[in-house]
């Protein structure tokens, strides 16, 4: 037993014995190394190439660790950047320089330097780790060391480690000794085209839109802000124009389709919009859902105005994505230098003003108007007041009923919704619902006119009437994939019937985003509640989608109907509605009757249902109720 520990001793202090010698051999190269080194000095100034002194650096840290790659990048101070100085094995320079990039990229070179000791990373590389080492003196940072060596790391002793922070602390010492950099960056021209390349690259990211490729508000910015420099030292009669397009619903385009499909419709419309403008003329986005155009002359309003009305008619032609034709509808401000401001920030403001005016009045485009000042002042305070408004319950539902023309019998009544402000008193539902819209008001009013409805349906049960109620739909409702529910939950607990219920929807609404809108009406119409499109016959494509949607009724645009008696060609689109509607096995309802001549002409063409002024305006409940109880019977109509 004795004799087995004495042989483990003596095994054992061999084994140190070994340990140390090679501490000491890898000692002596170091010491070498370092004396190798300070003998080139003399060498050093009478080259010509600073090659050879890195080669004869990299041959000697060869001895010390068995790198696969290794590297030397020393600093460019005039461009503040890292430049390859040397590299061996030359097919592993891509690979080198790939890592080293890395490296810079995650910052991983402040860290080196505040270690002061060589770095081990695991690389990008497959079965390879990299090693980095800053070439720093005590006055500043000459460089770095980069190495490529095998997975296998903790073979390496770790006086090697060591030992290479002494070599490449004196190389970093010589390196300073001469400006070789200034040698290294003349024989180094490859790399400067690339420093070159991604300068110009980054110009061109900080001045252009990544999607669309046209300018971006940085640069259409700065490009009106030029031009109206230039008017200012021309002549009186040099005007900047600034034309700003809006995209109308893109935000439920992007909820419903994706960001994706978002994309690549803002790269159609960028498209489109470049077609219509000249080589003077600059189109940017500015961002979003947002672009803009910018051009001067003597009378740009006139030309401003043909811009904008081309944009309307380029945009009125659907666009294709995933195999879906969308309409988009753009509103379209437009401010003009001197006329309406004298600065860059005012002709922003102005126009922004003139777009969202043109939202609010649904003209497509408009030019600035000072009254448009207290309007936006005016659409700000109001949009609050209808938060309010729906708090304190001050909105309300009139009614205006649908006869059946074959039976001349009330078959149902529209909701509309009324607001009558404390101080403002009555508002129109075409100037709040588009506020509703914007402002993320119009699921809530939604929700409250079903709950009203449902609460007038209740009441009409006990006394006796059972007619179904209508309520129109917005765009944002019908992409709401929780309204099935929350109509089914309301129609449950006031124990009513789905029939109770007509839900109608415009062309428009469901143009925006079909796919999405077309799974809302499916299951509505999985609840047994009857729909119907709205404003027929104003659309793009309203036949083709008619096949689609799980619609029962069509009703015709107020705008066929009213003068249908005087202008023929309203007649016949009429006619061909209804023919339509009955080939399809749709009923068909005409909204706008305002005379006997319409309602008699409508009996003659065989529309099932009508509405209007001549039967009755739109009232109150109350009001309705008792008309409802005296004249469910209107055969004098």
Same mark, same amino acid.
């Given at each position: 037993?004795?004799?087995?520990d004495?042989?483990?001793q003596?095994k054992d202090l061999?084994?140190?014995?070994?340990?140390?010698e090679?501490?000491?051999?890898?000692?002596?190269d170091?010491?070498e190394?370092?004396?190798s080194?300070?003998d080139?000095?003399p060498r050093?100034?009478?080259l010509e190439s600073p090659?050879?002194?890195l080669?004869e650096i990299c041959n000697?840290?060869?001895?010390?660790?068995d790198?696969?790659a290794l590297g030397?990048?020393?600093?460019?101070?005039?461009?503040?950047?890292?430049?390859p100085a040397?590299?061996?094995?030359?097919?592993?320079?891509?690979?080198?320089?790939?890592e080293?990039g890395?490296?810079i990229?995650k910052?991983f070179?402040?860290w080196?330097?505040r270690?002061?000791?060589?770095?081990i990373?695991?690389?990008?590389c497959k079965?390879r780790?990299i090693?980095?080492?800053?070439?720093?003196?005590s006055?500043?940072?000459?460089g770095m060391f980069?190495?490529?060596?095998?997975?296998?790391?903790h073979?390496v002793?770790?006086?090697s480690w060591? +030992?290479?922070t002494?070599?490449l602390?004196?190389s970093?010492?010589?390196?300073?000794?001469?400006?070789?950099?200034?040698?290294f960056?003349e024989s180094?021209?490859?790399l400067?085209?690339?420093?070159?390349e991604?300068?110009?690259?980054?110009e061109a990211q900080a001045?252009?839109?990544?999607l669309t490729?046209?300018?971006?508000?940085d640069m259409i910015?700065?490009?009106?802000?030029k031009?109206i420099r230039?008017c200012l030292?021309?002549?009186?009669?040099c005007?900047?124009?600034?034309?700003?397009?809006?995209?109308?619903?893109f935000?439920?385009?992007n909820?419903?389709l994706g960001h994706q499909?978002?994309?690549?419709l803002?790269?159609q419309v960028g498209?489109?919009?470049?077609?219509?403008?000249?080589?003077c003329?600059t189109?940017g986005? +500015?961002?979003?859902? !947002?672009f803009?155009?910018?051009f001067?002359?003597?009378?740009?309003r006139k030309?401003a105005?043909?811009?904008?009305?081309?944009?309307?008619?380029?945009m009125?032609?659907p666009f294709?994505?995933?195999?879906?034709?969308?309409?988009?509808d753009v509103?379209i401000g437009?401010?003009?230098?001197p006329?309406h401001?004298?600065?860059l920030?005012q002709i922003?403001?102005?126009?922004?003003?003139?777009m969202y005016a043109?939202?609010r009045m649904k003209t497509?485009?408009?030019v600035?108007?000072?009254?448009f000042e207290?309007s936006?002042i005016n659409?700000?305070?109001?949009?609050s007041e209808l938060?309010?408004?729906?708090q304190h319950?001050q909105l309300s539902?009139y009614f205006?009923?649908?006869?059946n023309l074959?039976?001349?019998?009330?078959?149902g009544?529209e909701a509309?919704?009324r607001?009558?402000?404390?101080?403002?008193?009555?508002?129109?539902?075409?100037e709040?619902?588009?506020l509703?819209e914007?402002g993320g008001?119009?699921?809530?009013?939604?929700?409250?006119?079903i709950?009203?409805?449902?609460e007038?349906l209740q009441?009409?049960?006990?006394?006796g009437?059972?007619?179904p109620?209508s309520?129109?739909?917005s765009?944002?409702?019908i992409q709401d994939n929780?309204l099935?529910s929350q109509?089914?939950?309301?129609i449950?607990?006031?124990a009513?019937?789905?029939?109770c +219920?007509?839900?109608e929807?415009?062309e428009s609404?469901?143009m925006s985003a079909?796919q999405?809108g077309?799974?809302?009406?499916?299951?509505?119409?999985?609840l047994?509640i009857?729909?119907?499109?709205?404003?027929?016959?104003?659309g793009?494509?309203s036949?083709?989608y008619?096949?689609?949607?799980?619609?029962?009724i069509?009703?015709?645009?107020?705008s066929?109907v009213?003068?249908?008696?005087?202008?023929?060609?309203n007649?016949?689109i009429v006619k061909s509605i209804?023919?339509?509607g009955h080939?399809?096995?749709?009923?068909?309802?005409? !909204?706008?009757?305002?005379s006997?001549t319409?309602?008699?002409?409508?009996k003659?063409l065989?529309c099932?249902?009508?509405?209007g002024y001549?039967?009755?305006?739109?009232?109150?409940?109350?009001?309705?109720t008792?008309?409802?109880?005296?004249k469910?019977?209107?055969q004098?109509?």
């Open positions: 037993m004795q004799d087995k004495s042989t483990e003596i061999q084994a140190r014995l070994e340990h140390q090679e501490i000491n051999r890898f000692t002596l170091a010491l190394l370092a004396a080194l300070i080139f000095q050093i100034s009478s090659s050879l002194i080669d000697r840290i060869a001895r010390l660790i790198f696969q030397i990048y020393l600093v460019d101070e005039q461009y503040n950047d890292f430049y040397y590299m061996t094995p030359a097919k592993y320079n891509e690979a080198l320089a790939q080293t890395r490296l990229d910052g070179f402040p080196a330097m270690e002061k000791r060589p770095v990373l695991a690389g990008s079965d780790n090693v980095l080492h800053v070439l720093s003196t006055a500043r940072v000459r980069v190495g490529l060596v095998d997975a296998e790391v073979t002793p770790d006086v060591g +030992l290479l002494i070599v602390s004196s970093a010492n010589q390196l300073e000794s001469f400006e070789l950099y200034k040698l960056r180094n021209i490859h400067k085209k690339i420093v070159q991604r300068t110009r690259q980054l001045s252009y839109d990544r490729h046209l300018p971006n508000r910015f700065k490009n009106l802000e031009q230039w030292h021309t002549n009186d009669q005007q900047a124009a600034f034309i700003l397009v809006d995209l109308d619903m935000k439920e385009v909820e419903s499909t978002g994309d690549r803002l790269v498209d489109r919009l470049q077609e219509l403008t000249d080589d003329e189109l986005r +500015l961002g979003g859902d !947002e803009a155009l910018v001067t002359g003597n009378d740009v030309l105005t043909k811009r904008a009305g081309q944009m309307i008619q380029a009125a032609r294709e994505l995933q195999g879906q034709s969308l309409l988009l509103s437009i401010a003009i230098f006329e401001g004298k600065t920030g922003l403001s102005r126009a922004d003003m003139a043109a939202k497509g485009y408009a600035y108007d000072p009254k207290s936006g659409r700000l305070n109001l949009m938060k309010k408004g729906l319950d539902l205006q009923p649908k006869i074959h039976t001349s019998r009330v078959c009544v509309l919704i607001w009558h402000h404390p101080t403002r008193g009555f508002i129109s539902p075409e709040f619902i588009p509703a914007q008001l119009i699921r809530e009013l939604t929700s409250r006119v709950r009203m409805s449902m007038h009441h009409w049960k006990a006394i009437i059972s007619i109620v309520i129109n739909l765009v944002r409702d929780n099935p109509i089914s939950s309301a449950e607990n006031h009513l019937d789905a029939s +219920l007509e839900l929807i415009t609404a469901f079909p999405k077309l799974r809302v009406l499916k299951n509505l119409d999985s047994g009857p729909m119907g499109i709205d404003d027929f016959g104003t793009y494509s036949i083709a008619l096949r689609d949607l799980p619609v029962k069509i009703k015709i645009d107020r066929f009213m003068d249908m008696d005087s202008n023929d060609n007649r016949k209804i023919d339509l080939n399809l096995d749709l009923q068909v309802v005409a !909204e706008g009757v305002e006997r319409s309602l008699d002409m409508l003659e065989g099932d249902m009508a509405q001549f039967i009755l305006k739109p009232r109150p409940f109350d009001e309705l008792d008309w409802l109880q005296k469910t019977d209107l004098k109509l």
